[in-house]
């Protein structure tokens, strides 16, 4: 008698756990994740036969290599002194939205698998436009030779960045690389392939492909390489600024056993590029281990030193004052074929620099590159000098790391 009693008291309250759960569902709102099995503005049903197919998404999958990096407000800028005079990166605040970028810059590892997969699907003409130019090594009045032969494909040298590559070759990587890891990532989640080719583009609906690798924006690489986290204190206040990609205003580890130990790959003065026997300071001669360096607060590693790097930007002395403060970039008018935008360089036009008649190296194509390399005093190694070169050029101390965008994010 008392367990039926005790099961007639039981009943209701198993049916009020039961509405009350269903109503808290039913009065949820629909996220990206969870959008519910009901259009909340027509009222029809989601993935019905021949209704709207709303595919199953738990955000932006992971892409190799990237570390996410997030965005805020910053002071873009030289803290350096304008040795050169120069004035193109004066101090402005702006805010950059969340994207990833590379832990480690490309390496000749990575460029020798996408030479490989190159040739074995695209024409000699294209596959010849991706090879390095090794030549860059080479000196008249120095004995170079071993790295215009060995860097690119000796073993040893696999896990150095890449060099000899040109800002248009970085782009092309780009595009492949973005091709071959959403294939993949189709392939393993079950999501149909075009057929018309195999580069066929993958639905963004479908919520398992990532957005594009590409270069970074000037703004983005620099504001990667400050790594200004951790470095607040009380509201927003930011306690220091950086030279260099870490605190302090030291070349040398202050801490622990590598202390008086180089924090990057640079050229220390004339003549000298690594130390003495015996005591190779900063342990590389030309460029190194894409690995060997702390990384700095995001977690990238030579964000200062080893490689210059390429950005997406085309090279402008008054970008500065020309751009937004929101997300900025310059680009060329090539790049913004198909776009019906304004022309980005209406303040500070290339004809206006007289590079038709060479009273100037401004054009363009000229693209600008960020970071110090092997063979650069240190004054380069601090995020905000910039330099510039042609677009279809290349050197022996120039490299790159790609970045992406964090789609479906306000922040």
């Known amino acids: 008698m008392k367990k039926f009693v005790k099961l007639i008291y039981t009943i209701p309250l198993?049916?009020?756990?039961?509405?009350?759960?269903?109503s808290c569902k039913s009065g949820s709102k629909p996220t990206a994740t969870n959008p519910g099995s009901i259009s909340t503005a027509t009222g029809l049903e989601y993935n019905s036969d021949e209704g709207f197919q709303?595919?199953?998404f738990r955000g932006q999958p992971e892409g190799p290599n990237l570390v996410f990096i997030e965005g805020g407000r910053t002071v873009?800028?030289?803290?350096?002194?304008?040795?050169?005079?120069?004035?193109?990166?004066?101090?402005?605040?702006?805010?950059?939205?969340?994207f990833y970028m590379d832990e480690t810059e490309v390496a000749n590892i990575h460029w020798l698998e996408y030479l490989y997969y190159v040739k074995l699907d695209s024409s000699t003409e294209f596959y010849e436009s991706a090879l390095p130019d090794t030549t860059v090594w080479a000196k008249d009045l120095a004995y170079n030779d071993p790295y215009?032969?060995?860097?690119?494909?000796?073993?040893?040298?696999?896990?150095?960045?890449?060099?000899?590559?040109?800002?248009k070759q970085a782009v092309d990587y780009c595009d492949w690389r973005t091709a071959v890891v959403n294939m993949k990532l189709a392939e393993e989640s079950g999501e149909e392939i075009p057929a018309e080719s195999a580069g066929g583009r993958i639905p963004l609906e479908s919520g398992v492909v990532l957005p594009n690798y590409r270069l970074p924006s000037e703004a983005e690489w620099e504001y990667a390489a400050q790594a200004l986290i951790g470095t607040q204190w009380l509201d927003e206040n930011q306690?220091?600024?950086?030279?260099?990609?870490?605190?302090?205003?030291?070349?040398?580890?202050?801490?622990?056993?590598?202390?008086?130990?180089?924090?990057?790959?640079?050229?220390?003065?004339?003549?000298?590029?690594?130390?003495?026997?015996?005591?190779?300071?900063?342990?590389?001669?030309?460029?190194?281990?894409?690995y060997e360096y702390p990384p700095n607060d995001y977690g990238l590693y030579n964000m200062a030193g080893n490689v210059n790097e390429w950005v997406f930007d085309v090279y402008r002395p008054l970008s500065f004052q020309d751009m937004e403060d929101m997300n900025p970039v310059r680009r060329s008018k090539e790049d913004l074929i198909g776009r019906s935008t304004s022309d980005p360089n209406i303040d500070d036009p290339a004809s206006g620099y007289d590079y038709q008649f060479f009273n100037s190296l401004i054009s363009d194509k000229s693209r600008v590159y960020k970071g110090g390399s092997w063979k650069d005093v240190a004054y380069w190694l601090s995020p905000g000098t910039r330099r510039f070169m042609d677009e279809d050029s290349a050197t022996a101390t120039i490299g790159f790391r790609c970045a992406m965008i964090r789609a479906g994010s306000n922040n």
């Open 148 to 167: 215009v032969d060995h860097y690119l494909r000796y073993p040893g040298f696999r896990y150095f960045p890449v060099v000899g590559v040109s800002w």
């Open 76 to 98: 873009l800028g030289s803290f350096e002194e304008d040795i050169f005079n120069t004035h193109d990166n004066l101090e402005r605040a702006v805010t950059v939205a969340s």
């Open 54 to 56: 709303v595919r199953d």
């Open 239 to 290: 306690t220091h600024s950086r030279i260099y990609p870490w605190d302090g205003h030291a070349l040398r580890n202050p801490y622990g056993k590598k202390m008086g130990y180089f924090l990057a790959n640079f050229k220390r003065g004339r003549g000298d590029y690594a130390g003495i026997a015996g005591k190779l300071n900063d342990g590389a001669m030309i460029t190194s281990y894409i």
């Open 14 to 22: 198993l049916f009020a756990s039961v509405f009350y759960l269903a």
